[in-house]
């Protein structure tokens, strides 16, 4: 294996890695960074895995290296050198005492064939040891779950059969792998989720944690195709119990009629899934109906018209006035109430006719000839 770093960031791993030599502990690189070097694809997130315990490497590096954070329960430390930061965390072993749950580390330091037990899928269980031979790093691909072949073939696979009922993001993150990289469940995979689906307990969960999820899958540009699936394949049901329809006509039309960027897609189709309201006040006429509208974030706007389809939220957006207060006094009217009815005025008229006016100018007539100067 040959991963191409920068200067300094080989150098951060030459020291991490003489300093675990030294100590006669094994590291390796873990997760997205080899699953990507084996897709000829370029990662450089780098988290490193400590056969043994991380925390107490991190205290024999040199004093060039900062300890920026540690994490006991978990036994992971956050270090920083020449602005670099990398995570390193000790191989650990864990269980889920109820579904959907937070994991609990049974124990640290245990052997990688043991560590690799608690990964998800085998396309995210393959290691690469780092290990420095005449100051030179040298990476060695470590395969303990068959994770290669399944990569080549496109095939997201869990390690055992309990696997999505222990933690069932991974339906999730499966999602996300394969629209990002073409992969696809495993037939026994589909079987798994199919019997998860069919008897969901929410009751431990942690939802905080399934809702980060929700949200992390949803905040890339496969986006659509990816709701499109927590929909149809009802998956939504991972983190709620009730029923949730979408209409995809009226959401592709709100789509084409406000425009959203990536995030605010995300945002929306969040608040889709957790059925999230928007209050509205009782308006006693246009005026106070488009504040409210104008008030709007383009989600909160994008959501409403959704829900309600209100084609005055699409309109009432684009209705702007050029006239302003201080273009009244300077024509001479009163400052005052009659500055704020003279506008709220003009702004009915342009509800009335969005084509009433056609520049500032139009404007100072038709205030001229409706509100003469006292």
């Given at each position: 294996?040959?991963?191409?770093?920068?200067?300094?960031?080989?150098?951060?791993?030459?020291?991490?890695?003489?300093?675990?030599?030294?100590?006669?502990?094994?590291?390796?690189?873990?997760?997205?960074?080899?699953?990507?070097?084996?897709?000829?694809?370029?990662?450089?997130?780098?988290?490193i895995?400590?056969?043994?315990?991380?925390?107490?490497?991190?205290?024999?590096?040199?004093?060039?290296?900062?300890?920026?954070?540690?994490?006991?329960?978990?036994?992971?430390?956050?270090?920083?050198?020449?602005?670099?930061?990398?995570?390193?965390?000790?191989?650990?072993t864990?269980?889920?005492?109820?579904?959907g749950c937070?994991?609990?580390?049974?124990?640290?330091?245990?052997?990688?064939?043991?560590?690799?037990?608690?990964?998800?899928?085998?396309?995210?269980?393959?290691?690469?040891?780092?290990?420095?031979?005449?100051?030179?790093?040298?990476?060695?691909?470590?395969?303990?779950?068959?994770?290669?072949?399944?990569?080549?073939?496109?095939?997201?696979?869990?390690l055992?059969?309990?696997?999505?009922?222990?933690?069932?993001?991974?339906?999730?993150?499966?999602?996300?792998?394969?629209?990002?990289?073409?992969?696809?469940?495993?037939?026994?995979d589909k079987?798994?989720?199919?019997?998860?689906?069919?008897?969901?307990?929410?009751?431990?969960?942690?939802?905080?944690?399934?809702?980060?999820v929700?949200?992390?899958?949803?905040?890339?540009?496969?986006?659509?195709?990816?709701?499109r699936?927590?929909?149809?394949?009802?998956?939504?049901?991972?983190?709620?119990?009730?029923?949730?329809?979408?209409?995809?006509?009226?959401?592709?039309?709100?789509?084409?009629?406000?425009?959203?960027?990536?995030?605010?897609?995300?945002?929306?189709?969040?608040?889709?899934?957790?059925?999230?309201?928007?209050?509205?006040?009782?308006?006693?006429?246009?005026?106070?109906?488009?504040?409210?509208?104008?008030?709007?974030?383009?989600?909160?706007?994008?959501?409403?018209?959704?829900?309600?389809?209100?084609?005055?939220?699409?309109?009432?957006?684009?209705?702007?006035?050029?006239?302003?207060?201080?273009?009244?006094?300077?024509?001479?009217?009163?400052?005052?109430?009659?500055?704020?009815?003279?506008?709220?005025?003009?702004?009915?008229?342009?509800?009335?006719?969005?084509?009433?006016?056609?520049?500032?100018?139009?404007?100072?007539?038709?205030v001229?000839?409706r509100?003469?100067?006292?």
């Amino acid at each position: 294996m040959k991963f191409n770093f920068s200067k300094e960031t080989e150098e951060f791993l030459k020291i991490i890695t003489k300093t675990a030599q030294t100590n006669n502990v094994r590291v390796f690189f873990v997760g997205g960074i080899v699953r990507d070097y084996c897709l000829n694809m370029v990662n450089n997130d780098i988290d490193i895995i400590v056969e043994g315990n991380a925390i107490e490497l991190s205290k024999k590096f040199p004093s060039d290296i900062t300890i920026k954070s540690v994490h006991g329960d978990f036994g992971t430390v956050k270090i920083e050198y020449k602005g670099i930061n990398i995570d390193i965390a000790s191989t650990r072993t864990e269980k889920y005492p109820y579904s959907g749950c937070l994991p609990e580390i049974i124990e640290l330091g245990v052997d990688i064939e043991r560590d690799v037990k608690r990964r998800d899928f085998t396309v995210n269980s393959l290691y690469s040891e780092i290990t420095l031979i005449d100051n030179k790093l040298n990476y060695k691909l470590i395969d303990l779950t068959d994770g290669v072949s399944d990569i080549k073939n496109k095939i997201l696979r869990v390690l055992h059969k309990k696997s999505y009922r222990d933690d069932p993001t991974r339906i999730l993150r499966g999602l996300n792998f394969k629209y990002r990289f073409g992969f696809d469940f495993s037939d026994i995979d589909k079987i798994l989720i199919s019997e998860y689906m069919k008897s969901i307990n929410l009751e431990n969960a942690s939802k905080d944690r399934i809702k980060e999820v929700f949200q992390i899958i949803l905040s890339n540009k496969y986006q659509d195709e990816i709701f499109r699936e927590i929909i149809d394949n009802e998956y939504y049901k991972i983190i709620s119990n009730s029923d949730l329809s979408v209409d995809f006509t009226l959401l592709n039309k709100t789509l084409a009629n406000i425009n959203l960027n990536i995030e605010e897609k995300s945002c929306l189709y969040l608040d889709i899934l957790f059925s999230k309201e928007i209050l509205l006040p009782e308006f006693k006429d246009k005026i106070s109906k488009y504040k409210f509208y104008s008030n709007l974030n383009s989600v909160q706007k994008a959501l409403l018209f959704y829900k309600t389809q209100d084609s005055d939220i699409i309109l009432y957006t684009n209705i702007k006035i050029n006239l302003k207060g201080k273009d009244l006094i300077n024509l001479n009217y009163k400052e005052g109430k009659t500055i704020g009815e003279i506008l709220d005025a003009i702004l009915t008229a342009k509800l009335d006719n969005p084509s009433a006016f056609s520049d500032l100018s139009d404007e100072i007539n038709w205030v001229e000839n409706r509100f003469p100067k006292k």
